[in-house]
């Protein structure tokens, strides 16, 4: 880690300097930030330190939480209808597609092991 990352993890939490930062992965969409740490120990002080301080740039309040190892953040919220829609119609095609798969020469169609032909 840089002498300017660690400088500024200090001015970020205060007389802690959390060293061993593995994975740092920004969701701009969601306006998300995971952190994985090498240790349990950082992760738990950065929580402890981060949860409801203040961002200095935005002035907004900083969430801090463990992830839950399910909640997938990349997904935008439920109020974003059109990207929705485009999944549904996708999933849709997906089905459709599927389904005329059985329109293929049978020395194409999945065959089971054990199963004969009864064509």
Request: proline share 5%.
């Amino acid at each position: 880690m840089s002498t300017t990352s660690v400088q500024r993890l200090k001015n970020v939490v205060p007389g802690k300097v959390m060293l061993r930062v593995e994975k740092i992965t920004a969701i701009t969409k969601t306006q998300v930030v995971i952190v994985k740490y090498a240790e349990p120990i950082a992760a738990s002080e950065a929580v402890e330190a981060l949860h409801d301080s203040v961002n200095p740039r935005t002035q907004e309040k900083v969430e801090a939480i463990y992830w839950d190892g399910v909640t997938d953040y990349t997904k935008v919220p439920c109020g974003d209808e059109t990207e929705g829609l485009e999944e549904q119609k996708r999933h849709e095609e997906f089905g459709n597609w599927l389904d005329s798969q059985e329109e293929r020469p049978p020395e194409l169609r999945l065959q089971v092991a054990g199963e004969e032909d009864c064509s």
